[in-house]
């Protein structure tokens, strides 16, 4: 196994522990969720820290809500489609509020050293919308804006079902995008 898979494999075995003990996750932790030895641990990763920034890295990537949003059959009603794209992102975004939390709590903010990698929020950003853009498409001749803009605007909508303590369905949230606010 080449160190990049190896470290990958070690990220995404540790990250739900990462998610829920913060810095306060210990190297035995990491070692058993991954299935290796501690000493293989400090082969893939300099340190804890390495292993810590790099599982924060990965609670912030979007490759998984876009594998989810790309899985979504287009073959289905536009509601449908929405629908199953609100739970992909609000789930993105859970696990994203879930790190910062874990990270808080144990007492390290969320933040990078100097030469950590950052990841590109804009580009990250621009690929959720296009890949909901495209949710759109089979659509567009009964569509009143162009997908990408309705990307963008159905984009803010999931970000309430995170905050809000009454979290709305995302048939709910589709309802009101698709249909408005007010009768006709």
Known sequence: MSQDMRRKMIVRAVLPLVIEHGAAVTTAQVARAAGIGEGTVFRAFKDKNELIEACVLEALCPDDVLRAVA??????????????AADALSAH??????????????????????????????????????????????????????????????LSMPLSRVRDDQQARAAELVDAFLNGAVTA
Request: hydrophobic share 40%; net charge positive; charged share 35%.
């Open 93 to 154: 975004l859970r696990r994203i509020g879930a790190m910062v939390a874990a990270m808080q709590t144990s007492g390290r903010p969320p933040t990078r050293g100097p030469d950590a990698p950052r990841p590109d929020r804009r580009q990250s950003f621009l690929a959720v919308r296009g890949a909901v853009a495209e949710l759109f498409e089979p659509d567009r001749d009964r569509l009143r804006l162009p997908a990408e803009q309705l990307g963008r605007i159905f």
């Open 71 to 84: 899985e979504i059959s287009l073959d289905q009603p536009l509601a449908d489609r929405l629908e199953e």
